[in-house]
């Protein structure tokens, strides 16, 4: 017998047929002899039509009362899975975040967890073999009394988090995919799913540009050495043996796996904007001149690359940074430029940055170089690089983001079974 943390994203939830069937998969576990938490997202499309509903009330809405909207569609999924479960002559409760209580940071609608008290719902395992269906994204502040919420894919990250403060065996987040993949599967259709990934592996995909878990969910898991089991909600409940191992990614520490690959996965994104500031006088706290307001803005930098004219007199600066955030970011620039003293701002938005993960890259060299020569014989040019101990990320023109991706998923063997 075990303890597990099951948490059920927005499709799987969409509608009342899909909760009765995250019943069944509740079921199973339970009749499996589990002791079972729930952690639920808000049906799909849920929480956009609350925020929307905001908006229209006021483009320039007080968050507090924003994240007292948005937490409400969790609440509803809970409450209806808590039904559901009942129907199947399972003991089962809803709970909400403050009613555990989740504490958070007063940040509302990007709040971090501070602290989760699970003794009651430990109590109630032994006590009742009760299901807790927990509402996820939301939690509450201490001082105030209000409900929070944890921004966008909150729900991962409550769930790693409840897995944790419950003493959990194991935390599994059911998706609409059946676990992590080489590289995204409709780019490269001989891309394969993953049996395990480590935290660190996992966190650079997330970070990259894989959409299956949230960042902050990864993180947690990492902290607290709490393995995460991403697999597919819309296997049949029945056909799963729960004592076997279905399909889909174990993320675990890096001792866990018996054999490091070179190359883990493939990850892009197309969400990045380059921003060149030209002939800057090379001098001490030029640097500071431009990254420091953009800090200051909570413009997220990433690839940054100097170069140095040949007397040494002035620098050029290129880096790039989330598109969302390239007008704010041209904005901060343009306004400093008397401070900055730079000659001419340029800029590109049709730019994607691909990167190439593996934690076997720590004992190999020349893997990075391999790219570099592939993606040449492409006629493939690279605007940037960023490296690390696991990975390295290319910036290169967007309408050759899928032609790199295939290129390099082939280049390390990723396409072979």
């Not at 049906?43 to 925020?51: C, D, P, Q």
């Not at 299956?212 to 607290?224: D, K």
């Not at 620039?333 to 001419?344: L, P």
Request: glycine share 8%.
């Amino acid at each position: 017998m075990g303890r597990l943390v099951m948490k059920f994203g927005g499709t799987s939830v969409a509608n009342i047929e899909r909760i009765q069937n995250v019943a069944r998969h509740v079921k199973r576990e339970v009749d499996a002899g589990h002791e079972v938490a729930v952690v639920v997202s808000a049906m799909s499309g849920k929480t956009n039509e609350l925020v929307a509903w905001c908006t229209e009330a006021s483009p320039l809405h007080d968050a507090r009362e924003y994240d007292a909207v948005v937490a409400s569609g969790e609440q509803v999924t809970s409450g209806l899975l808590a039904i559901a479960l009942q129907s199947l002559g399972i003991q089962a409760r809803s709970w909400q975040g403050w009613q555990i209580p989740i504490r958070t940071s007063d940040a509302h609608a990007s709040a971090r967890i501070v602290e989760i008290d699970g003794s009651e719902i430990i109590k109630r395992f032994a006590e009742r073999k009760e299901v807790a269906v927990i509402a996820g994204f939301q939690g509450i502040h201490a001082e105030t009394g209000r409900i929070t919420t944890l921004g966008r894919g909150g729900s991962d990250t409550s769930a790693v988090a409840i897995a944790a403060a419950l003493r959990a065996d194991r935390c599994d987040i059911y998706t609409d995919v059946d676990g992590v993949y080489t590289t995204d599967p409709r780019v490269v259709p001989k891309a394969r799913r993953l049996d395990k990934v480590s935290f660190e592996e996992m966190l650079e995909l997330a970070s990259l540009g894989a959409k299956v878990l949230q960042v902050r969910s990864v993180e947690l898991g990492m902290v607290h050495n709490m393995p995460i089991f991403v697999r597919s909600s819309f296997d049949k409940p029945e056909d799963i043996d729960p004592h076997g191992t279905p399909p889909g990614t174990l993320i675990s520490s890096e001792e866990d796996s018996m054999e490091n690959h070179v190359v883990t996965g493939i990850a892009f994104s197309k969400d990045e904007a380059q921003i060149s500031v030209r002939r800057i006088e090379d001098k001490p706290g030029v640097a500071a001149s431009i990254f420091g307001p953009l800090a200051d803005a909570n413009i997220n930098v990433d690839m940054i690359v100097q170069n140095v004219s040949e007397d040494g007199k002035t620098t050029d600066l290129t880096f790039t940074v989330p598109a969302a955030d390239f007008a704010r970011a041209k904005q901060t620039i343009t306004s400093a430029q008397d401070k900055i003293g730079y000659a001419r701002f340029d800029s590109e938005t049709d730019v994607a940055k691909v990167s190439v993960i593996g934690s076997g890259m720590r004992s190999h060299a020349g893997v990075a170089a391999q790219a570099f020569a592939a993606l040449a014989a492409r006629n493939i040019n690279i605007r940037a690089i960023t490296t690390s101990e696991i990975k390295f990320s290319v910036l290169i023109d967007a309408a050759y983001t899928e032609l790199a991706v295939r290129t390099l998923h082939t280049l390390y063997g990723l396409d072979q079974v």
